[in-house]
Nanobody
Framework: QVQLVESGGGLVQAGGSLRLSCAASGRIFSINAMGWYRQAPGKQRELVAVTTNDGSTNVADSVKGRFTISRDNAKNTVYLQMNSLKPEDTAVYHC???????????????WGQGTQVTVSS
């Protein structure tokens, strides 16, 4: 199975920066896309950013201009550079991958355990 491990979260003051990383490992046949979701207490999980194999990226309006997603295909790793952080960015950030572990499987969603990002005012 595909395993995802996130890192890079922490506590920062408003206006600060963090870089999250997510590395995929385990039984991987192929990965079509990788991205980031976040979930704040009492709120629904929301898409933050995603990148696909053709190099295209999509970033949520709430973080556009502040967050940048990138991917190292050779390392099966995706990054999220977060600048100009705001208190409303506080959430658990989860890595997601659209992948299949074997040739005969359909693509499915795999999730990391999450990394906490806390932005103080």
């Amino acid at each position: 199975q595909v395993q995802l491990v996130e890192s890079g979260g922490g506590l920062v003051q408003a206006g600060g920066s963090l870089r999250l990383s997510c590395a995929a490992s385990g039984r991987i046949f192929s990965i079509n896309a990788m991205g980031w979701y976040r979930q704040a207490p009492g709120k629904q999980r929301e898409l933050v950013a995603v990148t696909t194999n053709d190099g295209s990226t999509n970033v949520a309006d709430s973080v556009k201009g502040r967050f940048t997603i990138s991917r190292d295909n050779a390392k099966n790793t995706v990054y999220l550079q977060m600048n100009s952080l705001k208190p409303e960015d506080t959430a658990v950030y989860h890595c997601n991958a659209r992948a299949r572990a074997r040739l005969l499987e359909n693509y499915g969603d795999y999730w990391g355990q999450g990394t906490q990002v806390t932005v103080s005012s």
